[in-house]
Nanobody, 114 residues
């Protein structure tokens, strides 16, 4: 079974940047869409960004213009570059393949201070 491992979270001031990484344990990484979700305390998990097998990208309205999802097939890694971070971006960020019923990583905490 595919395993996903996220990293790159941390504490940053508002306006700062972070780059999250999601490494998959399979070499066919690019054949399936990969999503980044996030879940803030007391809130439902929400889709932040997606990159399809064709390399097309999708962003939630809250992420448009600030976040960029990309993929390095040689490294089996999907990235989420987050710029102009806001306190409301504070959440645990999860990597996912296969939708809500698919494979999830363990999550990485992002905390944005005001």
């Amino acid at each position: 079974q595919v395993q996903l491992v996220e990293s790159g979270g941390g504490l940053v001031q508002a306006g700062g940047s972070l780059r999250l990484s999601c490494v998959a344990s399979v070499t066919s990484f690019s054949l399936t869409a990969t999503d980044w979700y996030r879940q803030a305390p007391g809130k439902q998990r929400e889709l932040v960004a997606r990159i399809t097998s064709a390399g097309n990208t999708y962003y939630a309205n809250s992420a448009k213009g600030r976040f960029t999802i990309s993929r390095d097939n040689a490294k089996n890694t999907v990235y989420l570059q987050m710029n102009s971070l806001k306190p409301e971006d504070t959440a645990v960020y999860y990597c996912n393949r296969g939708g809500p019923g698919g494979v999830w990583g363990q999550g990485t905490q992002v905390t944005v201070s005001s």
